[in-house]
C-alpha cells in the first residue's frame, strides 16, 4: 500500500505488476537466447545425398571451377591447410589417387584455408601435388559446406554430394578406390 508520500512499500500492488512484469520478460529472454543458441547449433554441413553447395573459384593452375564445371565426371573436393598434420600425411596417397583415376574423369580440388598466403604457396613449392589446389583463407567455400575440421573431403557427382569424409585418408585403400570407380 502506498504511503501519504505516495512512494511504494514492499509488496504494493505496483511492486508486484512489476515484479511479474520483469519475470516475464526475463523468461521470454532466456527462451529467446536458448532458441537463438539452439538455432546456430544446427548441423548445416552438405550430407550425402543433399545438392553441393555452389561455389566458383579460380585454381592454381588458373581454372574455374564449380561443383558442375569441374572437367571430369567425379569431384574429390578435398579441405586442407598447411599447419594441418593430417592433411598433409594424406598428400602423397591423393598424389597416387589422382593419378590412377585422372584417366578416368576423376578431378581432386584441395582448398587450403590457409590464412597466409605466403606460407600457402612456400609449402606447395616445397610439395609436388598432382591434383589441383586453390586457397580460401577466409574459408568461405568451407563455411557453405559445414566444414569445421579440416581434412574434410566431398565426394561430388552430378551436383550431388554422394560421400564426405572426416580426417586424413588413404585414398589408395581398395575400398575408396572401388568406390569412386562405381560412380564413373
Known amino acids: ?14 511492486q508486484v505488476k512489476t515484479n ?10 532466456t527462451l529467446l537466447i536458448i532458441g537463438l543458441i539452439g538455432f546456430s547449433l544446427r548441423d548445416t554441413s552438405a550430407k550425402e545425398g543433399d545438392r553441393a553447395p555452389e561455389f566458383s573459384i579460380k585454381t592454381d593452375s588458373g581454372q574455374q571451377v564449380t ?25 602423397p ?23 597466409n598466403p605466403q606460407k600457402y604457396r612456400d ?23 559445414g566444414t569445421f575440421q579440416i581434412p574434410e573431403t566431398y565426394i561430388i557427382k552430378d551436383g550431388r554430394v554422394m560421400r564426405k569424409l572426416v580426417s586424413n585418408q588413404d ?9 569412386i570407380e562405381s560412380l564413373l
Open 93 to 115: 596417397s591423393l598424389n597416387e589417387f589422382q593419378k590412377r583415376l585422372a584417366p578416368s574423369g576423376v578431378v581432386v580440388l584441395a582448398i587450403s584455408v590457409d590464412k
Open 20 to 29: 511479474n512484469a520483469l519475470r516475464t520478460l526475463l523468461a521470454a529472454l
Open 1 to 14: 500500500m502506498a504511503g501519504s508520500s505516495g512512494i511504494a512499500h514492499p509488496g504494493t500492488d505496483d
Open 171 to 179: 585414398w589408395t585403400n581398395d575400398e575408396i578406390m572401388h568406390y
Open 67 to 91: 561443383p558442375l564445371r569441374f572437367g571430369g565426371k567425379v569431384l574429390v573436393l578435398n579441405f586442407w591447410a598447411t599447419w594441418c598434420a593430417p592433411c598433409i600425411q594424406e598428400i
Open 123 to 145: 609449402f606447395l613449392d616445397r610439395i609436388h601435388v598432382t591434383f589441383d589446389t586453390a586457397c580460401d583463407p577466409n574459408w568461405d567455400i568451407a563455411a557453405q559446406y
